[in-house]
């Protein structure tokens, strides 16, 4: 079943991005929620709230898990997630003497998001890379094509002429203050989600932090002072980041898609699509496919606004939309990093 | 990969929905431009356009068509849409000497519009069934419920007893409103998308109409005056449409969750889902969800009206949005039916 | 104060509608809620529910009606919206005898919506018949221009000959299929919104339905079985109907802007817009500002879904997200078929 | 003319905000816009690029300058923009000798955007002050109420009992992490926008940078390396910061509206609406607006995201459709602080 472009067998090589998905597998989400549970069972037996044995007994049925999917689609459509279904098969796993000690004290959107806060730290990584390559391909194209005399338009008109070197940098500099923004952002967005059922840690009493502070440096999360469950505001920044890389690239597609239109020829696309009616053509399909991505992640951050309105301790509605919406987001971000960085390359500017 | 909800292999269950999803998996889209393949050549046989021997052999290397999706992918990648690729194939399962006849006069968006037409008839199909059996479960509901008294709330606040009728018709009115106006957009969806390169059939001379008259009806898709590839009102009033019925079933969710609030208990539900933390919770997650799929679709509705911005006679960076955002939609709006059913299915009024 | 392009005494003349804006000024507006409160009395004491003293009081005391809008607008500010303190007023200045028969049996939400509902019965004249003059444009230049040969552009590339008239029907054919749509629509926005508290007219006891129909016929508005307060499908309707209309005309904006390139020059514009700096230009402006106003709509009628999220009898925060998006996308609906019709005439196709 | 509700003479009292709209009063603009002339023309004396005896005419001519409004209007409507029509007039009022010498070398978007930053460093400025006392009623609250017992709710349902410090730290801590967000993106947006036609300066040749380091001084904005006419970055950045305020506030008012639920109590409200057919109900409209305006935001940055898709050097269609949005976000924003300050001072959460 293919109802999305990022998962479809042939879409997907055009407009996903396989690296990326990877971190929306099955298998990675699992991994995660598992790293989790195995941080927390050991955090806990070092500060005396579950036994060592109980501990031992957690890791070990961890490593050899194989969780029954079929069992935990049916459960996850009952509890609206997957956590609940995981830890009762974990707990089975792990055998009744040490069952009541596993997940001890969480809380299902912990597992959730941390497990999430540890694969976008992986994505984030990704986007600083790339954006680092789409900025060194555009100095390349800056250092081979900066000074070719082209014209400026305003408005959809030519205004005058000016240096390539002007269109190159005003698409570069914004990928620059991204990346900086990005550092900013990490911050937030890499934390250690962990407040048991209503954020307080109440099942732990007084060895709240201490368990807290021990899972933060097991799982390399930032330990922040209470568990945001309904405050999404990294959530939203995030997003709101996400869009505006793409918008920045979207507009580089735009540029270079009406930059190389037939008449106007000012810049020369070494690749593009064909045509099923009109052999003859050269389409800009990358570029077309970075204003895509553009308005579809310029759509989607709408509803990640939304989700900020969360109600009460923790919004099924609200923190459900996060999932439809932000893995997507992240994706398409990679898909369009990875399209400006081929597509970079493949053009010149030419001469008036 | 499963970057989306709907291709989740567990989340799929809660927010997806099989029945519709399978509408937009490969296979059924491959057979589908496959089946406008046949179609033209047949006709453009019938009408003398090519001979009968080529539309013989083109049929006959369609029965037996097993594409290399890897190619195709990878074609997909270049060519921004998969006909190109398709079309290349097939050619060659057709051979050197009819090879020409193949895709003769037609465009890539001939085949994917098309394609996706002959699937939203079914899509809308089921969507007729599905808004009857929730409009049924509502009478059921109204008949054994309806007297029962219940509080009506304005701005959040008790305001004035009424009875569960009231509530009730709230819900099923407008939908049946949704079934009415769906037939009205049957007609602009249901249609043949056949226009050639630059949506005037040139390729075929005179014999353009009759030709596109018998695929129309060989399709069973309406016959339209010409080609609408760059008119997407009909797409974008679709999409409409569908997030009006996701929105009036979010109205129900959200009211179906206010009401069951533990403090309320206006309304009892008999099954709900578990949490890992408070195992005497009975959460309203399909009420939730209702309310999730409702702004999830009222997030995307936005980009398919920015698709409407289509250049001249054909736009790669707002047709793929389309293909980005309406399966989903579609498939929400879907997977908000089904679960509507559910719901209604397990509620009860509790007089006051 | 004009923090809206629409209000803003300079800008309200590119992107605004002078007699869209009529409808939405803060007199007809109060015109409109009076004659609701007129209609009320006038049928409660014709079916015997207030004495025809107290109607012809109310009727008097309407006539002569100066609100006090300072206080009004304070009002507004505590109750959220102004029907409280309008009532009130009008209470005050009918006397002590027949203040309780004013606005007796009804609420705030059947005056406002009923009051819009009359304002935007308004609107869509207005729109029939701008899109009618639209319509008209096209076909002349269709008449004139319609043989010229010209470029078909895909995917930003020059694709093959066609004669203009190919163009032209692409924008004037979604707009007759609006034409038609709003006809559609149409019964479901003129209706009158009379409920009372909780949407029974249970004030009103089996008098409901007559005052109801009476009310109807004096206000030229349809009657339906009960109050939609909650029902929110019309107007989500309406306002995607009004982006559909933009969306097109948006479309029709940006190919005239890019067929108007200086390079491609397929299309000579009469007139244009001045730049501050580059005298020489002729700016595609109305172009422009219909890509604009496209995607302005495009924007907002997210909103417009999200606010049939509406908590049960009535929610003031989701109505009141209608009245912030509703009239600014009715009034740039205006605006963009005010600015189409002029852009038509001020167009030639020039042979290639 | 009151189309917006930010304009309207009486719900601009709930959802405007005075002290904002003054910022976007058309005295306000066109001095603003008159301030960055005066600017300019000193700057240029200076480095000896016009007569000094010029930049005394010039700035003469603006002090006691008085627009034709009627006219810039109509020319506005042509132009697509205030600026030609006003450096016209301008020009007019210097007189025939020095008339070339006013906006030299400076192009209309440079006027503008300056124009905007030189307001929104106010606005920032009135952000950071109304976070703070946002903040500090959150601390008091805390302090009066903090140890308050209450119920905490997970996905609709009571879960467990907490103190009501944790939720009112909920609401708090976003603010906070606001603030700060808000020193980092203050420095992109408080900067001088200067390029001249094409964003070279080309027509100031090698005095480019000098009278622009002159300019940002005498303006006390940042001096950025080049004009970032077509880099909205930072506008985009903006934007989403507006929302991300309005939806942790939206967040805060939907918790007070569904604790001062009349079943739930567990907040109490001083004040509240009246409604006009149920006197005995106290609605909590300032919690409603804050979700209004949340949701407001959050449909419109949307927009401001599709805005950073700006062709070339200028997009007169991207330009605009900002000047659509960001004041309405900004002045949104500005209302639910307002009203997000007046309303924790009236709530008080009641011991279960």
Redesign the interface.
């Known amino acids: ?16 991005d ?1 690296e990326l ?2 971190l ?3 298998r990675a989400e699992l991994d995660a929620m598992l790293r989790f549970e195995a941080a927390l069972c050991e955090a806990e037996a070092e500060e005396g709230v579950i036994p060592e044995a109980a501990a031992h007994a957690i890791r070990r049925a961890i490593e050899g898990f194989r969780p029954d ?1 079929a069992k ?3 459960d ?9 279904g995981l ?1 009762s098969q974990l707990r089975a796993a792990v055998g009744a003497e040490h069952a009541a000690h596993v ?1 001890f004290g ?3 959107q912990d ?1 959730v998001d941390t497990a999430l806060a540890l694969r976008l730290v992986g994505a984030m990584e990704i986007f600083r890379a790339r954006i680092g390559r789409v900025v060194d391909a555009l100095d390349g194209l800056e250092k081979r094509d900066g000074n070719t005399g082209v014209m ?9 002429p ?1 240096t390539a070197e ?2 190159i ?2 698409w570069r ?2 990928l620059m ?2 990346r900086a ?1 990005l550092e ?1 952002l990490r911050g ?1 967005i890499a934390v250690l989600h962990f407040g ?5 840690l ?2 732990l009493g007084p060895k709240g932090p201490a368990v807290a502070g021990r899972m933060a440096r097991k799982l390399g999360l930032n330990l922040v ?2 568990a ?1 469950h ?4 990294a959530q ?2 995030y997003a ?1 980041w996400l ?2 890389v793409t ?2 690239l ?2 580089m ?3 270079i ?8 020829g000012e810049i020369r696309l070494a ?1 593009g ?6 052999p003859h ?5 990358k ?3 970075l ?2 991505l ?10 990640m ?14 923190w ?2 996060e ?3 932000l ?2 987001m992240t ?1 398409a971000t990679a898909a369009a990093l990875r399209t400006a960085e081929v597509l970079v390359g493949e053009i010149s500017f030419v001469p008036a």
Chains 1, 2, 3, 4 share one sequence.
């Open positions: 079943m293919t109802v999305s472009v990022f998962d479809h067998p042939l879409l997907a090589g055009l407009l996903g396989d998905a990877e929306f597998a099955l999917t935990l689609r049916e996850t459509a009952r509890d609206g997630l997957v956590v609940p830890v997940h969480a809380t299902s597992v400026a338009y305003t408005r959809m008109q030519a205004a005058i000016v002007r269109k940098r005003s500099d914004p203050r991204h923004r900013a937030h048991g059922a209503a954020g307080t109440d099942g002072a209470h945001r309904s405050e999404r505001d939203g920044d709101g869009s505006l918008g920045s979207g507009k597609g735009q540029d898609a009406l930059l190389s239109q037939s008449e106007v690749a699509g064909g045509s099923s009616a009109m053509k050269v389409n800009p399909v570029a077309e496919m204003v895509t553009a308005r579809f992640n310029a759509t989607l951050v709408s509803g606004h939304h989700a900020l309105v969360h109600e009460n301790e923790r919004s099924g509605a609200a459900t939309l999932w439809m919406l893995p997507q994706v």
